[in-house]
């Protein structure tokens, strides 16, 4: 995407962030990594007057890794600083999971993590009318005592909800010490630590996220207390086995978040386009049910392990103190559901 184009989109981001004149906003980046949505951010904020910054972090080394949580913020403690005394943050590194970002939330800094492909944060942008509809989704399931999740091939699973927040993502940020992520579009919770019981049987088409690949064939997990507790099937249940064992964190097998997505231009092929991204638009297609595997602390949770998996599936149902939320994979609660498409 050329420069000028890339502004533009940025420009929608920001005034739609509450972005105006006075306001401190800091984009952060690492190494060469996303330069130019650094030099977009930068120029959509002075137009809207915004007073702007770029910190620049250190190229992680080449033999370095990525760990879920693990940030370069981390041993820089007067960035953190800086970053907390920001109006908002533009965090092109993904910060999630981290204590930094906590931190910085905590301080009443709001953040937006915008790491995906350009062409797909065009595609994607955020609307008002699409944040409305995700928080009639957040308002239902903030009130839940249970959710319910079934599917055909063999899914079972009750959530006791309660003890977390109710957490949305609609693709943008004007509250003081809110997160969002660029593009977006669901809402979740967690199940109380030794609340998820059942049976979730991923299926073929079914997507792997971290591993930003497409279940070719059924994985069964069994979930007690909140635990998983057994894990079978073909290759991609040992595909899985494999990478959660390599954590050595018992915490791994924990159950994370759980809701439902609403985006309806969000496609569920989207992999096979934009196989450079994190797989947001996966996790925001219409009608998707995902759950999530490991870390809860995002929630407020003890959870902080490194291990982590979301897995949107389709043709779920999903059901809250037994009233139908998504039924075969399409939503069907009138408020939820996009108007004239």
Same mark, same amino acid.
């Given at each position: $995407? ?26 952060? &980046? ?17 137009? !809207? ?5 770029? $910190? ?37 590194? #993904? ?54 999740? %079934?599917?055909?091939?063999?899914? +079972?699973? %009750? ?8 957490? &949305? ?16 579009? #669901?809402? @979740? ?19 792997? !996220? ?9 994985? *069964?997990? *069994?979930?007690?207390?909140? *635990?998983? *507790? +057994? ?42 386009? @934009?196989?450079?991204?994190?797989? $947001? ?9 995902? @759950? ?12 902080? %392990? ?36």
């Amino acid at each position: $995407m050329d420069l000028n184009s890339l502004i533009e989109i940025c420009l929608h981001q920001l005034t739609l962030s509450g972005v105006h004149e006075g306001e401190k906003v800091v984009v952060l &980046s690492q190494g060469s990594e996303r330069m130019d949505y650094a030099d977009a951010f930068m120029a959509a904020g002075q137009r !809207l007057g915004a007073r702007m910054y770029h $910190m620049r972090l250190p190229e992680v080394p080449p033999a370095g890794s990525w760990n879920v949580g693990e940030t370069g913020l981390a041993a820089n403690p007067s960035a953190v600083e800086a970053l907390k005394d920001a109006d908002m943050l533009v965090d092109l590194i #993904f910060l999630l999971f981290s204590d930094e970002q906590m931190a910085i939330q905590a301080a009443g800094t709001r953040v937006l993590t915008a790491v995906e492909p350009a062409p797909l944060l065009a595609r994607l942008l955020p609307t008002k009318e699409l944040r409305e509809r995700v928080e009639v989704g957040a308002e239902i399931l903030s009130k839940a005592k249970t959710m319910r999740i %079934t599917s055909p091939h063999g899914t +079972d699973v %009750t959530y006791r909800l309660g003890v977390y927040p109710t957490m &949305s993502e609609y693709g943008y940020t004007d509250e003081p010490g809110r997160w969002d992520h660029w593009p977006a579009a #669901f809402v @979740f919770s967690g199940g109380a630590d030794d609340g998820v019981d059942g049976q979730i049987v991923v299926a073929p088409g079914d997507v792997l !996220l971290p591993f930003n690949s497409y279940a070719r064939d059924p994985i *069964t997990y *069994t979930i007690e207390k909140g *635990t998983i *507790t +057994d894990i079978r099937g073909g290759l991609d249940a040992e595909l899985v086995k494999s990478y959660m064992e390599s954590f050595k964190d018992p915490k791994g097998y924990g159950m994370s978040h759980v809701g439902w997505g609403l985006d309806h231009r969000a496609q569920w092929h989207g992999l096979t386009q @934009f196989p450079g991204g994190m797989g $947001m638009e996966l996790r925001s297609f219409y009608g998707n049910v995902m @759950f999530s595997t490991g870390p809860n602390n995002e929630l407020g949770g003890p959870n902080d %392990t490194a291990c982590h998996l979301d897995i949107p599936m389709r043709n779920c149902s999903l059901f809250l103190d037994d009233e139908a939320i998504v039924i075969d994979g399409d939503v069907v609660v009138k408020e939820m559901q996009p108007v004239g498409v």
